[in-house]
């Protein structure tokens, strides 16, 4: 059966510091690959999502930034963190545009 | 941008009743998902409906979806306690033109009162 790990779960961050945050995927190859943020009682908010490795694509223009090193590692990363980066991050993995299956998400806080 | 809006944005019902939530959507879809989000949770898929479909059933789930009206609905039957969560609508819209993406509502956040 197919897994998603997330972590960390939770996270504070000060403001300017770097961020990475890794999401794998077990028992699947070749997964579309989702990075979302939600902010506090609100939806999700697409960040990037990745067909295949190396390719990302942004919907959020932003200091945040993703890469798919292997088939199942996705990593969003920033080099400075603004407080606006708060939020609750989610991972998600699918094969085409059917249902998206989540991890447990990190919730960081920026100071 | 949000595809989807969900209606009512927040619903309170008693333990047993029904629950019915709607979504609306603003352009023609492939697909419509429903999910449903534990508090501090990630999502979990409950189910998914095509553009040629009207009706699915899932358990207590039944999900209606009307193309003319850009609209659908989830109806939770008997509810319980546990089903107490945000429920989320997402589409996959014609227009994505194959990009896999799904572009999420803003959620109804349901509570069940024992």
């Known amino acids: 059966s197919q897994t998603i790990h997330q972590w960390p779960a939770t996270l504070v961050q000060p403001v300017g510091s770097p961020l990475s945050l890794e999401c794998t995927v077990e028992?699947?190859?070749?997964?579309?690959l989702y990075w979302y943020r939600q902010a506090a009682g609100r939806g999700l908010q697409l960040l990037f999502y990745?067909?295949?490795?190396?390719?990302i694509s942004s919907e959020v223009p932003q200091n945040l930034s993703a890469s798919r090193p292997q088939d199942r590692q996705f990593i969003l990363s920033s080099k400075k963190l603004l407080l606006s980066d708060s939020g609750f991050y989610l991972c998600?993995?699918?094969?085409?545009?059917?249902?998206?299956?989540f991890g447990p998400g990190t919730r960081l806080t920026v100071t | 941008s949000q595809q989807g809006e969900e209606d009512p944005q927040a619903l309170s019902i008693q333990e047993g009743e029904n629950a019915t939530m709607n979504c609306s959507y603003k352009?023609?879809?492939?697909?419509l998902q429903w999910y449903r989000q534990n508090s501090g949770r990630g999502l979990v898929h409950l189910i998914l409906?095509?553009?040629?479909?009207r009706e699915k059933h899932s358990g207590r789930l039944r999900v209606t979806l009307d193309t003319s009206k850009k609209s659908s609905s989830l109806l939770i039957t008997a509810s319980r306690a546990a089903d107490t969560a945000s429920y989320f609508c997402?589409?996959?819209?014609?227009?994505?033109?194959?990009?896999?993406?799904?572009?999420f509502g803003t959620g109804t956040r349901l509570t069940i009162i024992p």
């Open positions: 998600a993995w699918s094969l085409g545009v059917y249902e998206q299956y």
């Open positions: 028992g699947t190859s070749n997964p579309n």
């Open positions: 990745s067909v295949g490795i190396g390719q």
């Open positions: 352009t023609s879809i492939n697909n």
């Open positions: 409906i095509r553009s040629n479909e």
């Open positions: 997402a589409t996959d819209p014609v227009s994505n033109f194959g990009n896999e993406k799904l572009t």
